[in-house]
């Protein structure tokens, strides 16, 4: 089974600051990964795919990238309402897929 | 407008059964890939199960295999959960999503239904 290990497990940062989250896969994932933000009481929300992919609707402030089996999910300049946890999410070794941990970017 | 909304959670005993449903619409059902997606109490994201378009093909976590059963009526625009031999680790909340493009599995799930909470306790 992959493993997704997120990090940090939380953030704290200031609105207007860039956030920088990171997903890393025990092996090889391709470009088959998955960004979501998740609020208090709802539901997730898709915000990348194929590891740079904007889903539809997804303000250009967020942005994927791959380094081998790292992934980095940046932020540019954070948004009140971008303070979420997020989960990444593989897809690479069917059937089986995983999300990562989860970081949570809070308030400073 | 797409809308998934998941309904028949609550409480039940452990080794008990519940199914759950999720109506959609807004898209046009029949054409997409469709998933069971939980998420314990202040913990993560678990995949449970998906289904393909004509319900021809099921996969599960193996946590759940040969307990849950995933189903759909394309005729009802609607999405099931069969959950028996329940454990107090299957609480959860569990959701419903659709998958990312009609027609693939993409396993990039684009909408999600609000949830219907499963409580498993004696």
């Known amino acids: 089974e992959i493993v997704l290990t997120q990090s940090p497990a939380t953030l704290s940062l200031s609105p207007g600051e860039s956030a920088t989250l990171s997903c890393r896969a025990s092996q090889s994932v391709s470009?088959?990964?998955a960004w979501y933000q998740?609020?208090?009481g709802q539901a997730p929300r898709l915000l990348i795919y194929d590891a740079s992919t904007r889903a539809t609707g997804?303000?250009?402030?967020?942005?994927?990238?791959r380094f081998g089996t790292d992934f980095t999910l940046t932020i540019s300049s954070l948004e009140p309402e971008d303070f979420a946890v997020y989960y990444c999410q593989h897809r690479s070794n069917w059937p089986g897929l995983t999300f990562g941990g989860g970081t949570k970017v809070e308030i400073k | 407008?797409?809308?998934?909304?998941?309904s028949g959670g609550g409480l039940v005993q452990p080794g008990g059964s519940l199914r759950l449903s999720c109506v959609a619409s807004g898209f046009t059902f029949s054409t997409y890939w469709m998933a069971w997606v939980r998420q314990a109490p202040g913990k993560g994201l678990e995949w449970v199960a998906v289904i393909k378009q004509d319900g021809s093909e099921e996969y599960y976590?193996?946590?759940?295999k040969g307990r849950f059963t995933i189903s759909r009526d394309n005729a009802k625009n609607s999405l099931y959960l069969q959950m028996d031999s329940l454990r107090a680790d299957d609480t959860a909340v569990y959701y419903c999503a659709r998958d990312l493009k009609?027609?693939?599995?993409?396993?990039?799930f684009q909408d999600w239904g609000q949830g219907t909470l499963v409580t498993v306790s004696s």
């Not at chain 1, 997804?58 to 990238?65: K, N, Q």
């Not at chain 2, 009609?102 to 990039?108: E, F, K, M, R």
């Open chain 1, 31 to 33: 470009n088959y990964l």
């Open chain 1, 38 to 40: 998740q609020k208090p």
């Open chain 1, 58 to 65: 997804i303000p250009v402030r967020f942005s994927g990238s």
């Open chain 2, 1 to 6: 407008e797409v809308q998934l909304v998941e």
């Open chain 2, 61 to 64: 976590v193996d946590s759940v």
């Open chain 2, 102 to 108: 009609p027609g693939i599995l993409l396993l990039y």
